[in-house]
């Protein structure tokens, strides 16, 4: 016999979440977790992800039919775009200009696909123009996949143009809107993006742990006339539709995460009273606060002001300043958690996320007076 570890619950402090994601939750949406369990077939239960997909359509501005949120973080959402329509041979062109860009690279060469790369430097959004080069180089692309909004440097790229690009081109497009959702705009039907991927735990400010995700009738198509499988039993959305539609015809897939859907169903509500357009301002406003003070900190962007991301601010640590003892004192005095840089940027920049419940004015003072602080005792 293994001994029985004797554990203390578990009783985290209340941080104030300023990173790159998980966002601070809204305090409804931990309420909502806490609701009584449910069957996952039952009908109020059914009820409510009716709902949950009415909102996840208004999130992404879409009629999709195919839009769910899947049962796993935004890599999931990631990995199920790729792997339903990506099928071996197909030639996709992915732009990198970031940590996820890269990741979008592995997933089509794990789907056998042909990867046809848009390289842009690390802080600055994608190149339209390279976009172009690489679609006329490459007639028998089929697909463009790019990062709408890129968490590893706080650049926001042109998805209207580059999925007017890919349509000109006779491709579908596959966006990484992890970020962006809920942020800054984005509309998926009036641009024609035909796969999209989110995360619940960045502007959502939902608990982690589900990506909502939404295919166009022309990546349905795409999917159902595919001529291999899908490699990935779980993540097949032809099974996962027989769950998401039919009302009282739904049938087993997998054992939803109930609670959790609770919570995005109620993070997205409050989106929904708040509005699109209210919370895309709310955004830019504090960003522009914390602009403001940072700037007076002396702290610099990493990214131009023109594609700079307001939930997602990356600036340079600046000379001789400990990363690493700088972010320890912020979470340590202050309950306060910024990002640390990740790829090129690891120990160059730090990121300070404004996402969701996240962006008020109190988290853009705290931040700015901790930082003021800490940055004042260094030697
Ligand atoms: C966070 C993030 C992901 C991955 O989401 P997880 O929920 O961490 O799996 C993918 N793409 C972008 C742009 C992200 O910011």
Sequence with gaps: ?????????????????????????????????????????DPLFIQMMDELKALIQYAFQTENEMTVAISAPGSAGMEACFVN??????????????????RMRQNVERCGGQVV?????????????????????????????????????????????????????????????????????????????DAVYSGSQKCLSCVPGLSPVSF?????????????????????QTLVMGYWSGGGRRSYHHTAPVNALYA???????????????????????????????????????????SRLPQLNAIYIPAGVD???????????YNLEIGAGLGALAGRAWRI???GYGARRENVALCLKALGDVLAQQP
């Design 353 to 355: 996320g404004l996402m």
């Design 117 to 193: 790369m848009v390289d842009n430097e690390w802080g600055e959004p994608v190149d339209v123009a390279e976009v172009e080069v690489a679609l006329h180089a490459n007639p028998d692309a089929k697909f463009v996949a790019f990062v709408h909004a890129e968490t590893s440097t706080g650049a926001v790229s042109d998805a209207k143009a580059l999925c007017a690009l890919a349509k000109a081109h006779d491709c579908l497009t596959i966006v990484d809107a992890v970020t962006s959702l809920g942020g800054v705009e984005l509309k998926v039907d009036e641009w024609g993006i």
């Design 264 to 306: 995005l169903h109620e993070s997205l509500r409050l989106l929904a009273a708040e509005g699109l357009e209210q919370a895309w301002q709310r955004h830019r406003d504090m960003h522009e606060l914390l602009k403001s003070g940072l700037t007076e900190l002396g702290l610099e962007f990493v990214v131009p002001e023109a």
């Design 1 to 41: 016999m293994i001994a029985a570890p004797k554990f203390a619950p578990f009783n985290p402090p209340r941080r104030v979440l300023m990173g790159p994601g998980p966002s601070d939750v809204y305090p409804e949406v931990l309420a909502a977790q806490s609701r009584p369990t449910v069957g996952h077939l």
């Design 216 to 236: 166009s009738p022309a990546a349905v198509e795409k999917l159902t006339s595919r001529k291999t499988q899908v490699q990935s039993w779980f993540l097949d």
């Design 323 to 333: 990363d690493a003892a700088v972010r320890r004192q912020l979470l340590q005095d």
């Design 85 to 102: 329509l990506v099928e071996p041979g197909d030639k996709v062109v992915v732009c990198r200009n970031g940590v996820f860009g890269e």
